[in-house]
């Protein structure tokens, strides 16, 4: 994550949401895109916020396409990065469409320190992650014997796995003991998901480590065998062209993310169409007809396929014309209210014992929900990417709320701000320093899908309906089915793509 001071300064103090868009994906001959969205600051977000919108159900005269008489092959509803990336992965099925859909960013990445340390807080200290497994014996989070029982658990000694789905905490203590859950995956899934871990699910929420129990009888039996079938079957060269980091690290561009949601706009050709609201969906006997409120009037539009990928209650709305059982599924997916906070200090208000050679170094830190602090963690932007802040000031991305502290929504701006900069003086701001520099809140009311147990059930049932409801070629996407982290979103992106693609020409041949 990652936010630059400069853009930050006009936008003092700001609660907004971030409303829903829409991409079109037409003939092989073009791609119409619309937003309903006004220019917002250059905030980055590593993981895929929500959006809202009001979605009021109208009908108004027909009129395809986007004013010429044609017929879309696809209407991406959601301009996320989800969407945007679906809109890019659909033009690169078809070379007419866009020949070139690289973002063009290559020259504008800007990689965090691999070595950068990460920090928990515990017992009113910040204390640092292990790194890699040469950490292990030294760092002292965790207690001699915690670390014994971490081990022990992973390599399979340890109680087996009960008879339902369980919960990130339950699977975590059960395998690796209380003190990983309480020091290392509980404030993991508050940085993370924003969530609780006693009612996240395992499975759904970090399947990877899921599976290595599954398919190695331990954790470590799986993680070997994963290895072994790496050998096996590996994977395909890495492309040249792809910039090389030094290790495993994050990344962001010179100007934060949102130069990526920006530059794939670009790179589709322009076609972005702005304050463009979707009122209502309507099922023809072959595609759909997707009614627009926008700045020239109500205009609809046919299409052959739609993929929603705005936030599940959104998608709610949408079908709860078309599919009430998909709609009444769709409105039980739950996204807790979170605000990012972002804050400047002048680097002496920094205590002296969290300096590394003088400086602030480092990823930044988490705080368990048990160590007295709201705040879920703190992100040092200015030590991870050049120019985030001007020299002398320190800058600091904050995160607050989640499903553990939904009461954050009756908090003004001033409040939140004065919650953040009272627990930073706990750990890491001198107590005696003056002020933070406010320069930006954000609240999100319905923020981060929660993968709670039962979560891929619920989407497998919302799929379902949506099928069992005769909506060929409508399909569901986005971060509460793919993902919350940026990467997945990407991934997942490209997996519904092809499913499009895939839906598109069989279409054609019927």
């Avoid at 937003?35 to 009129?63: D, F, G, L, N, V």
């Avoid at 044609?70 to 991406?76: A, G, H, K, P």
């Avoid at 399947?207 to 993680?223: D, H, R």
């Avoid at 706009?265 to 007809?289: A, M, N, P, Q």
Wanted: glycine share 10%.
């Amino acid at each position: 994550m990652a936010v630059t001071l400069t853009d930050l300064l006009p936008s003092l103090s700001i609660r907004r949401t971030f409303p829903s868009k829409s991409f079109f994906s037409s003939k092989p001959s073009r791609i119409l895109i619309t937003t309903r969205r006004r220019r917002a600051i250059h905030c980055s977000i590593a993981k895929e916020s929500s959006s809202s919108s009001t979605i009021s159900p109208s009908s108004t005269i027909y009129q395809s396409g986007d004013g010429d008489g044609s017929i879309l092959d696809c209407v991406v509803v959601g301009a996320g990065i989800s969407g945007l990336c679906i809109a890019q992965a659909l033009a690169t099925k078809h070379a007419e469409i866009a020949r070139n859909v690289d973002c063009g960013l290559k020259d504008d990445l800007v990689f965090g320190d691999p070595n950068a340390p990460r920090f928990v807080l515990w017992n009113e200290k910040l204390r640092p992650v292990p790194s890699g497994p040469m950490d292990l014996p030294f760092f002292d989070l965790m207690s001699f014997t915690g670390k014994l029982r971490a081990g022990f658990g992973a390599f399979g000694l340890r109680p087996p796995p009960p008879g339902h789905e369980e919960s990130v905490e339950e699977f975590v203590r059960r395998n690796l003991g209380s003190e990983v859950f309480e020091r290392l995956i509980e404030p993991f899934c508050s940085g993370v998901y924003a969530g609780d871990p006693a009612k996240l699910s395992m499975k759904a929420a970090f399947g990877k480590v899921w599976n290595l129990e599954q398919n190695g009888g331990s954790i470590i039996g799986g993680a070997f065998k994963a290895f072994q079938d790496r050998r096996k079957n590996p994977k395909p060269p890495r492309d040249p062209r792809l910039p090389a980091p030094k290790g495993q690290t994050v990344c962001s561009f010179k100007k934060g993310l949102s130069m990526l949601p920006e530059a794939l706009s670009k790179r589709l050709e322009g076609k972005v169409k702005l304050f463009w609201k979707l009122l209502s969906i309507k099922k023809l006997d072959r595609g759909y007809t997707l009614t627009y409120e926008t700045p020239e009037g109500l205009i609809s539009v046919q299409t052959k396929s739609i993929i929603l990928t705005v936030p599940s209650h959104v998608a709610s709305s949408l079908l709860r014309p078309l599919s009430t059982l998909a709609a009444d599924t769709l409105s039980k997916f739950y996204y807790p209210p979170v605000a990012a906070v972002s804050i400047s200090y002048p680097k002496e208000a920094i205590r002296k014992e969290c300096l590394i050679d003088g400086e602030l170094k480092g990823f930044g830190q988490l705080h368990p929900r048990s160590q007295g602090v709201e705040t879920l963690g703190t992100i040092y932007s200015s030590s991870l990417f050049p120019n985030r802040a001007p020299p002398g000031r320190v800058l600091l991305l904050n995160y607050i709320g989640g499903a553990t502290n939904p009461g954050i929504l009756s908090k003004t701006d001033g409040e939140l701000v004065e919650a953040v900069d009272r627990d930073l003086r706990k750990m890491l701001i001198n107590s005696n320093a003056k002020g933070p520099l406010a320069l930006a809140v954000r609240v999100w009311p319905q923020a981060i899908p929660q993968f709670l147990v039962g979560h891929l059930d619920l989407l497998e049932a919302a799929k379902g309906a949506v099928r069992d409801s005769s909506l060929n070629g409508l399909f569901l996407g986005g971060n509460y089915v793919t993902g919350v982290a940026l990467g997945r979103c990407v991934e997942g992106a490209n997996e519904s793509a092809a499913e499009l693609s895939k839906f598109l020409l069989e279409y054609s041949l019927k």
